[in-house]
């Protein structure tokens, strides 16, 4: 319990306090610092409720709209922030939380971190920033390495030039591909006689002048949906991406893609880009880069690669080829705060030719001057962190060959995880890993007969009523061991090709914590079985419907 309140006033001394007085080691403040330095993982174990409240009971925490008239003791709001808001977060380093593509951190981030934030520096402009401008150009040579690999000499003529990039950092995977598809837009319909080009004259006027009936996307059905977002924002309405069916394996139909992109020219609706994913944020699967890059070629319009999270596998030698094409790519996304254990806030996006980012160049007087090395005068955002000094540390610290042995252990988690799925008789796998990721489901032995044996009597009808039925009682497991907070998977709604390509419910699973053991992942299985039979309503018409067949 509290002593009496103490009050806080806003005075000028008050004030002049907490710019220049560090919190005592011995104040509420200082001993969560050191707890938190000594041991985050403990720290979050310690204050991470593990039972879920209803977000709805949360708001109420969150309700009041008034602006505090009376300052508060730190100590005071430390404590309410542990109570409010730190014990109802979502423990995303725990092992057992392989539902997301956001994992733990090593240990060095908190205090890089800490720094990072202590210096300040603003990455829009060299006068706010001097020595992390440089840094930050070297983090975009070598991800432009570690996708192109180009010679030495490449890099020392483009990587520190005032008219050139290699690329943006920005603040993840959205707007590294809304980057990537504004430069394709600017440099298709570029100034040309006395047209001024589509950025000072907008696109009305583009389309006209070039003779266009419209512009298209195509990306598999499996796209993020940031490329949506990025189509509204340049203009061209979300319905110009345009969804190119897969196969069985989650990855474009290039003969569907070429037979949209024919379509298209035939219509004169120019295709702006073809978008290969490489790592599907759903089931982790790799588009053929090759063969889409060919059809690029031939259609002449600018290829893009979404490596969002799939991109950090260029790291390993060893399923380095899984992603080959890649490096046929005019711009490729990797976001770092994926599977390089960098925190939120580092994307990337990089360019082939170094000399792309002119098409989005933008300056002003009193910044940004023309011929400065201002990050700001090629990047979407305007004031941006030294994030990229934590990609910087890490690549060092970790170094190639650390990021193989992690992405190669988490593949291999992955394809571990499959074979107890396939090995258990009421689990199916429904996707199976490439990368780290997998998707699967619980159905008992005799309703996954059931399931096989509408199968071979095309009882589509049959099918679809079972399908329902266990995409419910997924729901229903997904919920309650989220709820019950030991562990947690994710759940996404996919089409499956042996199912007639209906929309199925499934268990999402992301194996990139390094902690992760396998007994954990065994558990998993166990929690779910255990839940699945307190299911009073699904479950039992399940296995009736099973039996009477
Ligand atoms: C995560 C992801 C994105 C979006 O990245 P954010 O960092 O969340 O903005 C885009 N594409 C793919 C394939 C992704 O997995």
Redesign the pocket.
């Known amino acids: 319990m509290k002593a009496t309140k103490r009050i806080a006033d806003a005075t000028q001394e008050s004030l002049h306090r907490i710019f220049t007085v560090a919190e005592a080691p011995d104040s509420t403040l200082g001993l969560i610092e050191q707890e938190m330095s000594q041991n985050l993982v403990g720290f979050l174990n310690n204050h991470i409720v593990a039972s879920e409240n209803a977000l709805t009971d949360i708001e109420q925490d969150f309700i009041d709209a008034q602006i505090p008239e009376q300052p508060a003791f730190v100590s005071d709001h430390m404590s309410h922030l542990l109570d409010k808001l730190v014990s109802q977060s979502v423990h995303t380093s725990s092992p057992s939380f392989v539902g997301h593509?956001t994992s733990a951190l090593p240990s060095f981030i908190l205090p890089l971190s800490k720094l990072m934030v202590g210096l300040n520096q603003n990455l829009v402009k060299v006068e706010t920033s001097k020595a992390f401008t440089p840094l930050e150009r070297q983090v975009l040579g070598m991800m432009h390495n570690l996708v192109y690999q180009e010679t030495s000499d490449f890099y020392q003529n483009w990587m520190h030039s005032a008219q050139h990039s290699l690329g943006a950092f920005c603040s993840?995977?959205?707007?590294a591909?809304i980057t990537a598809l504004w430069v394709a837009r600017n440099k298709l319909l570029k100034a040309d006689g006395d047209f001024k080009g589509v950025a000072r004259s907008g696109l009305f006027a583009a389309l006209q002048h070039y003779g266009y009936q419209g512009l298209a996307i195509l990306v598999s059905e499996r796209g993020?949906y940031?490329l949506k977002k990025s189509a509204d924002i340049l203009g061209l309405g979300q319905d110009s991406v345009i969804a190119i069916p897969t196969d069985e394996n989650n990855k474009i139909d290039c003969i569907k893609l070429a037979q949209k992109c024919d379509e298209l020219a035939a219509k004169n609706i120019k295709v702006l880009s073809i978008v290969g994913?490489a790592?599907?944020?759903e089931t982790g699967n790799i588009d053929p880069l090759n063969a889409m890059a060919d059809i690029a070629e031939q259609h002449q319009c600018h290829f893009h690669v979404?490596a969002?999270?799939g991109g950090a596998t260029l790291l390993s030698n060893k399923y380095r080829p899984l992603l080959a094409g890649v490096e046929r790519a005019d711009s490729v996304?990797i976001?770092a705060?994926?599977q390089m254990y960098v925190p939120m806030g580092a994307?990337v996006v990089i360019f082939k030719d170094p000399s792309s980012v002119a098409a989005i160049e933008h300056h002003a007087e009193y910044i940004l001057r023309k011929g400065s090395k201002d990050l700001g005068s090629h990047t979407l955002e305007g004031s941006r962190p030294g994030m990229a000094m934590l990609v910087y540390s890490s690549l060092h610290i970790i170094s190639r060959p650390g990021y193989e042995m992690l992405i190669n252990q988490a593949i291999e988690k992955a394809e571990y995880f499959a074979d107890i799925i396939n090995q258990h008789p009421d689990f199916e796998l429904i996707t199976k890993p490439e990368l780290c990721l997998l998707t699967y489901r619980y159905a008992p032995k005799s309703v996954q007969e059931l399931l096989a044996n509408q199968g071979k009597n095309n009882d589509v009808a049959g099918q679809q009523h079972i399908n329902l039925l266990l995409g419910k009682l997924t729901k229903f497991i997904q919920k309650r061991q989220r709820e019950d907070g030991k562990s947690f998977v994710s759940r996404t709604r996919i089409e499956v090709g042996h199912y007639n390509g209906e929309k199925v419910i499934v268990f999402r699973v992301v194996l990139a914590n390094p902690l992760t053991t396998k007994e954990i992942l065994q558990d998993i299985l166990v929690e779910q079985s255990k839940l699945a039979l307190e299911s009073e309503q699904f479950l039992p018409e399940l296995l009736a419907a099973a039996n009477t067949k």
């Open positions: 593509m993840g995977g959205t707007v591909n993020h940031s994913v790592g599907t944020t979404d969002a999270w996304t976001d705060h994926k994307g």
